[in-house]
Nanobody, 124 residues
Framework: QVQLVESGGGLVQPGGSLRLSCAAS????????MGWYRQAPDKQRDLVAAITSGGSTNYAESVKGRLTISRDNAKNTVYLQMNSLKPADTAVYYC??????????????????WGQGTQVTVSS
């Protein structure tokens, strides 16, 4: 049973920093990519940042230069270091993972998974 466990959200003042973590576990054969999306109230869920198994990264324009995504392959964990936070960054942040997982002995399948979401609030 694959699980994505997120941590690190919270309340921070404008200009402050937070670090989100997301650990994947359970039946993982390989990780194709991991990343973060966010969803503010009454808005769609949008990509924030993603990182592939080869280390290539992709960022939303609004976060470039302030947020940094990284991975610890040994721990199947992805991080999002968020600096110079703005009120516009307030949202629920969701971890996602593009995984190859074992669905039965000798059979693997590529699937997408989502974390439960963690609230980030930037406010004075």
């Amino acid at each position: 049973q694959v699980q994505l466990v997120e941590s690190g959200g919270g309340l921070v003042q404008p200009g402050g920093s937070l670090r989100l973590s997301c650990a994947a576990s359970g039946g993982i054969v390989s990780i194709k990519a991991m990343g973060w999306y966010r969803q503010a109230p009454d808005k769609q869920r949008d990509l924030v940042a993603a990182i592939t198994s080869g280390g290539s990264t992709n960022y939303a324009e609004s976060v470039k230069g302030r947020l940094t995504i990284s991975r610890d392959n040994a721990k199947n964990t992805v991080y999002l270091q968020m600096n110079s936070l703005k009120p516009a960054d307030t949202a629920v942040y969701y971890c996602y993972a593009d995984l190859v997982v074992s669905i039965e002995p000798g059979v693997a399948q590529r699937r997408d998974y989502w974390g439960q979401g963690t609230q980030v609030t930037v406010s004075s």
